[in-house]
Nanobody, 127 residues
């Protein structure tokens, strides 16, 4: 059974940094995309960043390019999201997701393309 467990979310001041982790178990993710989505209160879940597990290629939504970095540790089967220069609008529940995606996008992926989801971790950025 595949499990994705996020951690690292907390309250942080605007301009600060935070690193989220997503520990995966139950399978290896060769040929999978593993990434992060976020959902703010009253809004839909939206794409943040993704990494092609096999080759390491990354994609980001335009809202976080230059501020967030996604990376993976194959040995630990873990994906990270380093978030710098945080803004109040980054406040959301952040979800880790994995799926077999068969198209390339420069800045967006759909939730429907991802089969496995974590429970989410809350990130709150205060002004």
């Amino acid at each position: 059974q595949v499990q994705l467990v996020e951690s690292g979310g907390r309250l942080v001041q605007a301009g600060g940094s935070l690193k989220l982790s997503c520990a995966a178990s139950g399978r290896t993710f060769d040929s999978y995309y593993v990434g992060w989505f976020r959902q703010a209160p009253g809004k839909e879940r939206v794409f943040v960043a993704v990494i092609d597990w096999s080759v390491g290629d990354t994609t980001y939504t335009n809202q976080v390019k230059g501020r967030f970095t996604i990376s993976r540790d194959n040995a630990k089967n873990t994906v990270y999201l380093q978030m710098n220069s945080l803004k109040t609008e980054d406040t959301a529940v952040y979800y880790c997701a994995a799926g077999r995606v068969f198209y390339y996008s420069a800045d967006n992926y759909n939730t429907d393309d991802f089969d496995y989801w974590g429970q989410g971790t809350q990130v709150t950025v205060s002004s």
